[in-house]
């Protein structure tokens, strides 16, 4: 999902804030703020989705399967995960694993059509514990999402993550990306 | 079998014998390395397994990589349409010859040497075949196969051992209740995309155990799925059903209204225009009405290939529950992993909007991702703990597995079931479970090219 217009350049007021709204989003999700982060941040329009992987032959592409996905969400179902994850009873997370999200190459394309769009790309890592765990579980990929200007701030409308795994190695996906 | 000295893994075995009849089971089934060693050889070495949907490898030459036990098998349609199940390791040195998870061709060649096969396992050459290799005979030089491959309602299985009974056999009574949620119309399943692949520090067995009917723990690990409207029926409503030992080994469960005018979900929550095309012309009047009547089905093919077909939504606010239908193998990964692979299944007569429909409800519940799969495999993780612990050994350490035995709760055995095997009513019971460990440890006893009973009639 590369932005069809111009690369925008990293120090620019759009960069800046692009990356201010990375930066605030990590952070609210590493601090099991999600409910903050769905409300202030995600587009009631928004497309959420980790699709399968495959290994393939190189004559065949990257192995990411059309149509197949670990998550496919709408803003109806993340409210619903926001929403178990608040429940007494959502053992997975309760005592919650820690999280950090660690993103890096942050690359921003304005669209040609609309103003109001910009493409970024971002590398993604995930370290994830829990109880005594010292070997982390390591989820590494890129974003690439498209924000929208709603009322004047950034809101992520699409985000596809696309995973360095075929195999996912982390006993659920509870969390966000 | 000589066994030189009784281990560790046959006293074991010894207790889960005499535990079985007293509902107790040792907790070092779980964890042990010697348990586990032996049931790739007497459980995956012997039982038939899942392995794909003929709906994946639709067109000649497609196949994806699969795995029985631990071992990597090619499983690929052949020009004639025939499915091959093909031990991944070239007759030559042994080496790795197919190295994608899934794709179309028409050969496998080897990258060592250039041992190279055709979609049915026979070698056809390798280069500079006469200064290397001529006078010897190609034929008895292909890839190893599966001793026997067949499908059933599309469901590909295939066993490593010559002595194993046909596939109908093996699956006995459970035959019938397959056919009553894949034969429901003249068009059957087929599967959406490739499967979710996702490993955790658990024991093949808990996973099995669990699809094998128990619904007891939906009430305390999934509470939070009632809280956000994702299941339709009350945890109480919902243990009201049957639970069925379908035949030695294999095991299910239905969630059922005590009686049949009840308003809730029928069919499993499957739309209402895709039910209007059930019908008998694959099964009997008895079968179209359990299916009818069935809110839930969740089902275990001994050893480690699951069902669940249940009405489920992602977003309770936004979208009525409908039918989700959802396959996978406990694939073994070591004492103390196993890997998750996790097919969707729509009916193939459903509208692309029904399809898409069931699946993003499959996802958002039965999914690494999913409100429900994502407490499963929170309990799962300390059992195989438990099963490694030296405590558990020294303190001989039982699991309890009572439920529904004579005195114990209010599960009570039917005598006018009309399907095979053996029924209870209402579903606080553990004989399915039970059902599925002593047949574990009739297999893990038998003498090689012997089989226990696939009927309780025998």
């Not at chain 1, 952070?27 to 959420?48: G, K, N, P, Q």
């Not at chain 1, 514990?129 to 498209?146: I, Y």
């Not at chain 2, 095997?421 to 038998?446: C, K, P, S």
Request: glycine letters at 10%.
């Amino acid at each position: 999902m590369v932005g069809t217009g111009a690369r925008v350049r990293v120090g620019s007021a759009l960069y800046n804030e692009v990356v201010e709204w990375m930066d605030t989003e990590a952070e609210l999700l590493d601090a099991y703020r999600e409910r903050e982060w769905l409300e202030a941040m995600v587009s009631r329009d928004v497309v959420y989705q980790v699709p399968i992987r495959q290994t393939v032959e190189r004559a065949r592409g990257t192995g990411f399967v059309a149509g197949a996905f670990h998550l496919d969400e709408t803003y109806g179902s993340l409210e619903s995960r926001v929403a178990r994850n608040e429940t007494a009873y959502a053992w997975a997370e309760d005592p919650p694993s820690r999280i950090r999200h660690f993103v890096t190459g942050v690359r921003v394309t304005e669209d040609a059509e609309d103003a109001d769009l910009v493409s970024v790309r971002s590398n993604l890592l995930i370290f994830r514990t829990r109880q005594e765990q010292t070997q982390p579980q390591l989820l590494s990929g890129e974003r690439q999402d498209r924000l929208r200007r709603e009322d004047g701030a950034l809101r992520l409308l699409r985000r596809e993550v696309l995973l360095d795994l075929t195999v996912i190695g982390t006993h659920n996906l509870s969390i966000f990306f | 079998m000589t066994q030189a000295k009784s281990t560790r893994a046959d006293a074991l075995l010894d207790e889960l014998d005499t535990g079985l009849a007293e509902g107790e089971l040792p907790a070092g089934l779980f964890g042990n390395q010697e348990i586990y060693d032996r049931e790739l050889r007497s459980i995956f070495g012997r039982c038939w397994v899942f392995l794909a949907h003929e709906s994946e490898i639709e067109a000649k030459g497609d196949y994806v990589l699969r795995k029985i036990g631990e071992d990597n098998f090619i499983v690929i349609r052949d020009e004639e349409g025939g499915i091959n199940v093909l031990f991944d390791a070239c007759r030559h040195r042994g080496v790795q010859v197919c190295r994608a998870d899934s794709g179309n061709t028409s050969h496998f060649r080897c990258p060592y040497h250039g041992w190279t096969y055709n979609a049915k396992g026979d070698l056809v050459g390798a280069p500079l075949w006469r200064n290397a290799f001529g006078g010897m005979p190609k034929e008895g030089n292909g890839l190893s196969k599966a001793a026997r491959v067949q499908s059933y309602h599309g469901l590909i299985f295939a066993t490593l051992d010559p002595s194993a009974p046909p596939l109908e056999e093996y699956l006995g009574g459970m035959a019938w209740y397959l056919d009553l949620l894949f034969g429901l119309n003249e068009h059957g399943m087929e599967v959406v995309g490739p499967p979710q692949r996702f490993v955790i520090d658990a024991n093949w067995k808990s996973g099995s155990e669990n699809f094998a009917g128990d619904d007891y723990h939906l009430g305390t690990l999934h509470r939070s799925v009632w809280e956000i409207g994702a299941f339709p029926v009350p945890f109480r409503e919902n243990m009201m059903g049957y639970h069925i030992q379908a035949a030695p080994g294999h095991s299910l469960s239905f969630s059922m209204a005590p009686t049949e005018d009840e308003p809730g979900p029928k069919f499993f929550g499957f739309p209402e225009e895709l039910a209007e095309t059930f019908d008998t012309s694959r099964i009997s009047d008895h079968q179209l009405e359990i299916a009818r009547r069935s809110r839930v089905m969740v089902a275990n093919v001994f050893p480690n290939f699951s069902m669940l077909a249940l009405p489920m939504t992602e977003d309770g606010a936004n979208h009525a529950p409908t039918g989700v239908v959802t396959i996978r193998m406990w694939q073994p990964h070591g004492v103390g992993q196993v890997e998750i692979w996790n097919w969707f299944c729509v009916y193939k007569n459903m509208t692309p909007e029904q399809k898409d429909r069931a699946y993003k409800a499959g996802l958002g519940t039965f999914s690494m991702g999913g409100a429900f799969e994502m407490d499963d495999t929170e309990p799962w993780i300390t059992v195989s703990r438990t099963g490694r612990s030296v405590a558990a050994d020294l303190l001989d350490f039982k699991l309890n597995y009572q439920m529904g035995m004579p005195g114990v709760g209010i599960a009570k055995q039917v005598e006018d079931w009309p399907g095979p095997g053996i029924a209870f009513w209402t579903r606080y019971e553990e004989g399915v479970q039970r059902n599925l460990y002593r047949h574990y440890a009739d297999m893990m006893r038998a003498e090689p090219g012997t089989w226990p009973k696939s009927s309780f009639d025998e």
